[in-house]
């Protein structure tokens, strides 16, 4: 015999139903303290466990005398039926029951009887869900810092900004990653870092449709083996890595003739915008970029969390990063002081640092009070620091 366990505030957890019900138990035991639970949800909560797991359920409460909440020491088959109540007595409950009944429905009009939970567990979607399991990452408002970024995933081995290089970052436990995001001339957003493709210097990403930059060999001959890697969506990225870290994400601004095009297209960042609602990532991205990119941003989603990149090389980006009212900006080094760091600190901004793939020099950053660092070498980088 299969015996489970629910406080009562597990009850009210329709994941943790579902947990229970995938151990298959033939008991589920209930101790509950709702002494302010009214009759009507205490029934609801005991007959729904009891009918998705096909388990008996005993449950043990507190007598609340005359009240109307709270009570019902109670036993329920595996249809939802409860079988015996003693209300708000104060007293033991006895009942006979044969654990090995289970609830038998037909597999839909008509058709032959199966197990009650199979039939909804033979037709649950889980991806279609709110994201659950032991892979969800806390999310950029959770996670403690100080932490180490892969930049461009983990670029030190994989093509770069590929899902093979992003995978590869968040398997060895990458608090975030980092990538970057193009456009292309039908508005797919693909993830590349340079303005223009590895064969073609005159054509932009932009200047290309969707169907031919797939066509195009992302593996940036870092192995024959590689040879025909695709180019990946922002979409694609999304899902398959929402809510499993944090994505630090660098949107590239257009230029034409050396001009960033002011402010950042806002097409395009509607796209990118509507596919990170729909994946429910908003509190674990960050938008990264230059004061094109900020304002737009600043426009059209303002409860998203900035990163500015704007002044990194004229040591004016805590100003720009304060004006355009970001949570983090990211240096890049040399051009940063400690004071600078300190400005940002008092004015709740953290900092990123562009870049460290050594651990002695990462330390040197810590110690200034840098927040994330990126590396392109994370498992060098996390083996070092651990030393």
Same mark, same amino acid.
């Given at each position: 015999?299969?015996? =489970?366990?629910?406080?009562?505030?597990?009850?009210?957890?329709?994941?943790? &139903?579902?947990?229970?019900?995938?151990?298959?138990? *033939?008991?589920?035991?209930?101790?509950?303290?709702?002494?302010?639970?009214?009759?009507?949800?205490?029934?609801?909560?005991?007959?729904?466990?009891?009918?998705?797991?096909?388990?008996?359920?005993? @449950?043990?409460?507190?007598?609340?005398?005359?009240?109307?909440?709270?009570?019902? &020491?109670?036993?329920?088959?595996?249809?939802?039926?409860?079988?015996?109540? +003693?209300?708000?007595?104060?007293?033991?409950?006895?009942?006979?029951?044969?654990?090995?009944?289970?609830?038998?429905r037909s597999n839909g009009h008509g058709q032959e009887l199966i197990d009650s939970d199979e039939f909804v567990t033979q037709g649950r979607?889980?991806?279609?869900? @709110?994201?659950?399991?032991?892979?969800?990452?806390?999310? #950029?408002?959770?996670?403690?810092?100080? @932490?180490?970024?892969?930049?461009?995933?983990?670029?030190?081995?994989?093509?770069?900004?590929?899902?093979?290089?992003? =995978?590869?970052?968040?398997?060895?436990?990458?608090?975030?990653?980092?990538?970057?995001?193009?456009?292309?001339?039908?508005?797919?957003?693909? /993830?590349?870092?340079?303005?223009?493709?590895?064969?073609?210097?005159?054509?932009?990403?932009?200047?290309?449709?969707?169907?031919?930059?797939?066509?195009?060999?992302?593996?940036?001959?870092?192995?024959?083996?590689?040879?025909?890697?695709?180019?990946?969506?922002?979409? $694609?990225?999304?899902?398959?890595?929402?809510?499993?870290?944090?994505?630090?994400?660098?949107?590239? &601004?257009?230029?034409?003739?050396?001009?960033?095009?002011?402010?950042?297209?806002?097409?395009?960042?509607?796209?990118?915008?509507?596919l990170i609602k729909e994946y429910g990532c908003e509190e674990y991205v960050y938008i990264a970029g230059d004061e094109a990119v900020l304002?737009?941003?600043?426009? +059209?989603?303002?409860?998203?969390?900035?990163?500015?990149? /704007?002044?990194?090389?004229?040591?004016?980006?805590?100003?720009?990063?304060?004006?355009?009212?970001?949570?983090?900006?990211?240096?890049?080094?040399?051009?940063? &002081?400690?004071?600078?760091?300190?400005?940002?600190?008092?004015?709740?901004?953290?900092?990123?640092?562009?870049?460290?793939? #050594?651990?002695? $020099?990462?330390?040197?950053?810590? #110690?200034?009070?840098? *927040?994330?660092?990126?590396?392109?070498?994370?498992?060098?980088?996390?083996?070092?620091?651990? @030393?």
């Amino acid at each position: 015999m299969k015996i =489970a366990f629910m406080t009562c505030y597990d009850t009210y957890f329709l994941e943790y &139903t579902e947990y229970i019900a995938s151990k298959k138990p *033939d008991l589920i035991l209930i101790s509950s303290y709702q002494r302010s639970e009214s009759d009507d949800n205490i029934f609801n909560q005991v007959k729904m466990i009891s009918s998705r797991c096909n388990s008996y359920v005993l @449950r043990s409460s507190y007598s609340m005398g005359d009240e109307h909440t709270g009570g019902h &020491t109670l036993v329920c088959d595996c249809s939802g039926k409860i079988l015996n109540d +003693i209300k708000q007595t104060i007293g033991i409950l006895k009942e006979d029951i044969e654990i090995k009944n289970k609830c038998k429905r037909s597999n839909g009009h008509g058709q032959e009887l199966i197990d009650s939970d199979e039939f909804v567990t033979q037709g649950r979607t889980p991806y279609s869900y @709110r994201p659950a399991g032991s892979f969800i990452s806390l999310n #950029d408002n959770e996670k403690p810092y100080p @932490r180490i970024c892969a930049h461009r995933g983990f670029s030190a081995l994989c093509p770069e900004n590929s899902v093979l290089s992003l =995978a590869s970052a968040i398997a060895l436990d990458a608090d975030e990653v980092e990538f970057d995001l193009w456009p292309s001339e039908d508005y797919e957003i693909i /993830a590349t870092h340079d303005p223009v493709f590895e064969k073609n210097s005159q054509r932009k990403v932009w200047e290309y449709g969707f169907d031919d930059i797939m066509k195009l060999d992302a593996s940036y001959q870092m192995s024959s083996q590689l040879e025909g890697l695709r180019y990946n969506t922002f979409e $694609e990225i999304l899902r398959k890595f929402n809510h499993q870290t944090i994505m630090n994400i660098h949107i590239k &601004t257009k230029y034409i003739n050396g001009v960033n095009i002011y402010p950042y297209d806002e097409e395009a960042f509607r796209i990118i915008y509507n596919l990170i609602k729909e994946y429910g990532c908003e509190e674990y991205v960050y938008i990264a970029g230059d004061e094109a990119v900020l304002q737009t941003a600043r426009k +059209i989603a303002p409860h998203l969390s900035r990163c500015c990149l /704007a002044g990194q090389q004229d040591y004016s980006i805590v100003d720009k990063a304060i004006q355009f009212g970001c949570k983090k900006l990211q240096f890049y080094k040399p051009y940063f &002081t400690q004071e600078m760091i300190d400005q940002a600190h008092a004015n709740n901004i953290k900092c990123n640092i562009f870049w460290s793939d #050594d651990p002695k $020099e990462a330390c040197e950053f810590l #110690d200034m009070g840098i *927040d994330t660092i990126l590396t392109n070498n994370l498992h060098l980088m996390k083996n070092g620091l651990l @030393r």
